[in-house]
């Protein structure tokens, strides 16, 4: 059965969940339009991802997926955490805010218990994806008996394999170049593998279907990676820009006015590819204090954001975005995947 076959659609083009800029109506205008829609629900509670998955099947009768972050939970490190606070200490204090004393896990893993598993099983959407790993083996075998497709990230050949041995259905291979967060299981270990190569090694080395996600701005790009191999393509940053997507108005003008990208692990605490602001130039530095663990350096970043940007001062966003950002077009979501898919035939 071809990969369109299992999932239901009639294009091979997936909306990559992207957590914090996706919506029930971007997902459901690009399933109506014959693509994958994608809810992207890791930095949800489990009533919000429940209203936002209801609140889709009001909008579309066609397949779409949810996804989830698998990340390992870690203690915080107190005297990391503390040296990090301190080094934007004063930057808070000018914007008017309060200097935290501790920083919090705002994210929780969907392996730290079932609730999350179970609104899935509740709620039936066509497929769950996953970013940063792979659902305990209970989670997994939970999602195969009610017949929900499973999808992963992997961002090198262990983890592809190591996804192949889970029982994951499809796998996601998503290059250096794609927007946001890496979704390295190691996340002290990148391979930095671009999607083109990365797509040839997996479909040479594993049996799953391969989507390709990193770099795709166009229907030509797409062509490409489907002669690589990959059975389905799938884009985000191309749809940050539409009018149904969450992203706030500087993110939007930063999409157009300064694409360049380069990936920092100082906002959130794991690698992510954003472009280039104040994180960038101001906080990478060679004598930069070490990163507290994801998700909790996430929570100072927010804050700070929250702060700076009640200034009038949005250099500290995490506007992630692929490093073909200057390749965005002002296109609705309808009109992007019919633009997609004309591009693709020549």
């Excluded at 999602?143 to 996804?163: F, G, M, P, R």
Aim: charged fraction near 15%; glycine fraction near 8%; include cysteine.
């Amino acid at each position: 059965m071809s990969l369109l076959n299992t999932l239901g659609i009639k294009h091979p083009i997936l909306l990559a969940p992207m957590a914090g800029v996706s919506t029930p109506e971007l997902a459901a205008e690009v399933s109506n339009q014959g693509g994958f829609g994608s809810l992207g629900l890791g930095a949800s509670s489990v009533n919000v991802a429940h209203k936002q998955i209801l609140r889709t099947q009001e909008l579309t009768d066609q397949p779409f997926q949810v996804n989830f972050f698998c990340h390992e939970s870690s203690a915080l490190n107190s005297e990391v955490s503390q040296k990090w606070i301190e080094l934007f200490a004063d930057k808070l204090k000018e914007f008017g805010a309060d200097v935290p004393t501790t920083l919090n896990c705002i994210y929780p893993s969907f392996k730290d218990n079932d609730d999350f598993l179970n609104l899935v099983l509740e709620t039936k959407p066509k497929a769950v994806s996953f970013h940063f790993g792979t659902p305990h083996a209970h989670q997994i075998q939970a999602l195969k008996n009610a017949e929900i497709i499973t999808l992963v990230s992997a961002t090198n050949l262990a983890e592809a394999k190591a996804i192949e041995a889970a029982g994951i259905d499809i796998i996601i291979a998503q290059g250096i170049e794609a927007g946001g967060h890496r979704g390295i299981f190691n996340e002290t270990f990148d391979a930095a593998i671009t999607t083109s190569d990365l797509v040839q090694l997996i479909k040479k080395n594993c049996t799953l279907p391969v989507i390709a996600a990193g770099g795709i701005m166009n229907g030509h790009q797409a062509k490409q990676f489907l002669k690589l191999g990959a059975d389905a393509v799938q884009l985000g940053t191309a749809f940050v820009q539409c009018k149904t997507s969450s992203a706030n108005d500087a993110y939007r003008k930063a999409l157009f006015d300064q694409p360049l990208t380069q990936i920092t692990a100082s906002i959130s605490g794991r690698p992510a590819r954003g472009i280039i602001n104040h994180w960038h130039k101001e906080i990478d530095t060679p004598n930069r204090p070490a990163v507290p663990a994801y998700p909790y350096t996430y929570d100072l970043g927010k804050q700070l954001h929250a702060a700076a940007s009640k200034n009038n001062d949005y250099g500290y966003g995490a506007f992630w975005a692929g490093a073909n950002v200057s390749e965005i077009r002002e296109l609705e979501a309808t009109d992007l995947i019919n633009q997609l898919i004309l591009e693709m035939q020549f």
